[in-house]
């Protein structure tokens, strides 16, 4: 396995699981290795020609497409795993990160914009601008999507990956300090009035499942979705778990 930017080269793959359609496998000790394990990958032919999946690990999902373009570029170890024809090749595609994704870093910054930076080049791509408030969180990409929110004017913000146009603007309680988390078309947000927010990616971002406040502290840190469970810190001295 080859990752890009990951200095990962020629790493063995582990846990091989195959079939006609799917392949599941893990990266072993090539990016390191998370509290809750390896680095996952699991993918499916989609059926025209191309295999999408995620890697997964320590609660991050990174999507990924890869298409065949030859034959399988290794000789078979012995005990190697068996793999069906459809599987079989060399195959190659791009991968999904938090704030990077296809070549463009994606960074917010105290002068009020959001910046699509050229990876390579650092060149500017586009740039949004929120309107007098500074941009402290991470942005989360998601679905083609840009998922951000700001401090002083508590707005949770959905754009466009390509574009940098809106496709949602939504007023919170409270100042946002914390980086939004993605997981299965649902943003989780943290706020600083001590609420966690889960809002729907899929369309005007509104509230779905939950708008829960957590005692009296605030929320600074970053959800975590892992194992079907969300974590989230708190100025009240608690770690929380939800379900």
């Not at 063995?12 to 072993?28: E, N, Q, R, T």
């Not at 025209?48 to 000789?75: C, I």
């Not at 390579?120 to 998601?142: D, L, M, Q, R, Y």
């Not at 004017?153 to 390509?162: I, K």
């Amino acid at each position: 396995m080859i990752i890009p930017g990951f200095d990962v080269k020629g790493a063995p793959l582990g846990h091989v699981k195959v079939s006609d359609d799917d392949v599941a496998f893990d990266a072993g000790e090539a990016l390191g290795i998370a509290p809750d394990g390896p680095a996952t990958f699991a993918a499916r032919l989609d059926g025209a020609g191309a295999m999408k999946g995620e890697m997964k690990q320590g609660g991050n999902v990174a999507p990924f497409t890869l298409k065949r373009v030859g034959q399988a570029q290794v000789e078979l170890a012995p005990k190697s795993t068996a793999v069906a024809r459809e599987t079989e090749g060399r195959w190659i595609g791009e991968y999904v990160f938090a704030g990077y994704v296809n070549g463009v870093v994606y960074v917010g910054c105290r002068d009020s914009n959001l910046y699509a930076l050229d990876a390579a080049t650092g060149k500017e791509k586009w740039c949004f601008n929120n309107a007098g408030s500074w941009v402290i969180t991470s942005p989360a990409v998601a679905n083609g999507k840009i998922i951000f929110a700001t401090s002083d004017s508590s707005l949770f913000h959905v754009l466009d990956a390509e574009t940098g146009k809106p496709v949602a603007k939504v007023q919170a309680k409270a100042f946002m300090f914390a980086s939004p988390a993605v997981a299965g078309g649902v943003v989780y947000q943290g706020v600083l009035n001590g609420t966690l927010e889960a809002r729907d990616l899929a369309g005007d971002a509104a509230i779905v499942g939950f708008d829960r406040q957590f005692g009296v502290g605030a929320i600074f840190s970053s959800p975590l979705v892992a194992n079907g469970a969300i974590y989230l810190g708190s100025t009240d001295g608690n770690l929380y778990a939800l379900e």
